[in-house]
Structures are given as C-alpha cells and as structure tokens.
C-alpha cells in the first residue's frame, strides 16, 4: 500500500534533517543530542510552534553562534521539514 502524502513529506522533511542537522541535533522521539548545546528537535514544539520556523527556513535560517551553518530550503523543502518537526511532537 503505497504511503499517504503526509507520510511522503515526513519522509522527505527527515531526510533533509539527517543530511543538515543531524551531526548537532537529536533528531528522532528519544536520545541527546550530539551537540550539547543543540536542542532535540523533540522538544521545538515546547518552546514555540514549529510552524513559526517556515519564513527563516525559505529566507535563510541563521543563528548568533558560529557552529550553526546558515542555510536556506525551497520552499517544498520547507514544507517537508515543518511535517518532520510536527511528526515529533
């Protein structure tokens, strides 16, 4: 039975997380972080909603420390991504 199209976008949200951020960040339901400082993706929704990250994802996420590339998604990819996060709440 081939997967729904949210299913699809969760996928593809995933594997954009392991190929960007996934050297920092926890990106599945449990374990740490690889970085110390970098908060689970798990827990993002705790702290704003997630769907408030799509403007910087399409115009360029950055942040004030310097181990934190900038990078930019399409906007599809950002989509993704968003699908991804809310697949973790």
């Known amino acids: 039975m081939p997967a729904s199209a949210d299913e699809q976008s969760v996928r593809r949200g995933k594997a954009i997380a ?3 951020c996934s050297y920092c960040h926890s990106i599945e ?3 740490r972080s690889p970085g110390a ?3 689970p993706f798990r827990s993002l929704h705790k702290q704003y909603p ?3 990250l799509e ?3 399409a115009e ?3 942040t004030g420390h310097p181990r934190m590339p900038e990078f ?3 906007p599809d990819q950002v989509g993704d991504f ?3 996060l809310k697949s973790l709440e």
Do not use: H
Request: glycine content about 8%; proline content about 4%; hydrophobic content about 45%.
């Open 18 to 20: 392991v190929t960007r």
């Open 29 to 31: 339901k449990a374990g």
């Open 37 to 39: 400082a970098a908060p």
């Open 50 to 52: 997630v769907e408030t």
């Open 55 to 57: 403007d910087a994802l």
């Open 60 to 62: 360029g996420m950055s």
């Open 72 to 74: 930019r998604l399409e």
């Open 82 to 84: 968003i699908s991804f």
